[in-house]
């Protein structure tokens, strides 16, 4: 057997249809899917029954219900028969060549762990860890903390020869804890860049999105940050991994609109178990690893000046970023596409610099220094993404320009070097990512009409956005390979 795909599953009702659907239409040949159910009482378990009578790769697994995922994957890698196992949530889906794409890639480099490419609906996914395929990937250069859920392909033996395992019941952060442990006990970690595997889902009332008890929830990071310093001396590369966890799940988390908006009573505990963890845990080196946005929270966190916080915090929602076409061309049978993008607050007036230093919307007592744009790099991208299920790659960008937070830039799409590009209807997607912020918007503006070329045709949406149809069946790789010659001899 190569793959068990490992399911937890509580009251899910129709939610499970289209994970149930994914995972039995795979393409690979040897595999099987177990459905750890923990204790659901809503006719789900009834219906996992049926699946496991109707197809032979189902396996299902009665638990007494824990009030967490973590017992069911534990109980679902014992029961596995599988050299590798993947962890997919109920509510999630798979690419149909996932499960083949990842174990291929698993043989090839001998890994331990394989991350498949993530495409998220209602979930912000980070892009930098899936820009490209990578048999050999670093945890920190790489940013593969850039997602810490289980959704990834382990090799089960290296899970037992480790003892690596989920915390079990109703307990938050238990997948950072499983995956960070996994990824210093790797030999390999390779990441599956150019096929969308898996298709992370939001959905309402869900278990991970409702508002957890600030003590334990600061507790369970404590937990998380004792795993560094297992494997991880004092110094800058410890400071480097906390500021992970510093970033996000703390200064970010304090201007998330979930605790914004939450009863002043939480919001205060909240702030106050932030600070207390800040203070025992977070040493100053950590700030070196922190963009401008995020020092100037930092500063004020640790200077205890909560109103001026919360003042900035309520200031900063809504910020946004306005991608605008500046030109669309064709440049032989690629199409150039040039955009202008910057980040915006909710009243869309610009994210402001002066002399390189940010410009707060608000009035905060802190070192001037701390709000200069130094000189971590900012990065802009062009996606295109395909509208049928939001999977997207990056095109590439032959020109930037960054001056007082605005970025220029020039992309160029060919369908015959963009790995993934099938037929259907595409948008175009401006990113930023720098400073702190990162946001993308569909690239609008586009007031006029390129006549198609090949097997791409650029349109105008109903609201100025540039959206492209490709159309017909990708050209074989063999006359890819005999294209990319001729262009490479006509530019010689």
């Not at 690893?289 to 205890?304: H, I, K, N, Q, Y």
């Not at 910020?319 to 596409?337: Q, S």
């Not at 369908?415 to 609008?444: K, S």
Request: charged fraction near 35%; include cysteine.
């Amino acid at each position: 057997m190569k793959v068990s795909v490992i399911v937890p599953v509580y009251n899910t009702g129709e939610d499970l249809t289209q994970c149930v659907e994914s995972v039995l239409a795979q393409t690979m040949d040897e595999f099987e899917v177990i459905f750890a159910d923990d204790g659901s009482s809503d006719g789900t378990e009834k219906r996992l029954d049926e699946l496991e009578t109707e197809h032979d790769r189902v396996r299902v697994l009665h638990l007494p219900p824990s009030g967490g995922p973590g017992g069911p994957r534990n109980a679902g890698i014992e029961a596995a028969r599988g050299e590798f196992v993947y962890f997919l949530d109920d509510d999630d889906w798979l690419g149909t060549e996932a499960l083949e794409r990842m174990h291929a890639m698993a043989l090839r480099n001998d890994s331990d762990i394989v991350i498949g490419k993530m495409v998220g609906h209602g979930r912000r996914v980070p892009r930098l860890m899936f820009r490209e395929s990578r048999d050999r990937a670093d945890v920190l250069d790489d940013a593969l903390c850039g997602i810490l859920t289980p959704h990834k392909m382990f090799r089960r033996s290296f899970l037992n020869e480790h003892e690596i395992r989920f915390p079990e019941g109703p307990v938050r952060l238990e997948d950072h804890r499983f995956v960070l442990r996994a990824y210093f006990r790797a030999r390999t970690i390779s990441v599956v860049g150019d096929y969308a595997c898996c298709h992370w889902m939001k959905r309402p009332g869900s278990y991970s999105r409702n508002l957890p008890d600030p003590v334990h929830y600061h507790d369970m990071l404590r937990e998380v940050l004792d795993i560094v310093d297992e494997h991880v001396e004092p110094g800058p590369v410890r400071d480097r991994y906390y500021a992970h966890w510093y970033r996000g799940k703390i200064l970010k988390r304090l201007g998330e609109g979930g605790l914004v908006d939450a009863p002043p009573d939480y919001r205060d505990s909240n702030y106050a178990e932030a600070l207390r963890l800040t203070n025992e845990r977070i040493g100053p080196g950590v700030d070196e690893w922190l963009p401008v946005r995020l020092r100037v929270r930092s500063a004020l966190l640790r200077a205890d000046a909560r109103e001026d916080l919360f003042r900035l915090l309520t200031a900063e929602r809504g910020t946004a970023v306005d991608a605008v076409l500046d030109e669309a061309r064709w440049r032989g049978d690629r199409l150039a596409v040039r955009f202008t993008a910057r980040f915006t607050y909710d009243d869309d007036t610009p994210v402001t610099f002066v002399e390189d230093r940010w410009k707060p919307p608000v009035p905060v007592d802190v070192p001037a220094d701390l709000l200069a744009v130094d000189d971590r790099p900012w990065r802009l991208d062009l996606y295109i993404r395909r509208r049928s299920d939001n999977a997207d790659f990056p095109l590439a960008i032959t020109a930037e320009h960054w001056e007082s937070g605005t970025m220029t830039g020039e992309a160029v799409l060919d369908v015959d070097e963009v790995p993934g590009l099938t037929e259907g209807t595409w948008d175009l997607i401006g990113r930023i990512d720098g400073g702190g912020w990162t946001y993308e918007r569909r690239l609008r503006g586009y007031d006029h009409d390129l006549p198609a070329r090949g097997r791409v045709e650029p349109y105008r949406t109903i609201n100025d956005n540039l959206s492209i149809r490709i159309r017909g069946a990708a050209a074989s790789p063999r006359k890819n390979t005999l294209r990319r010659t001729v262009r490479w001899l006509r530019r010689r």
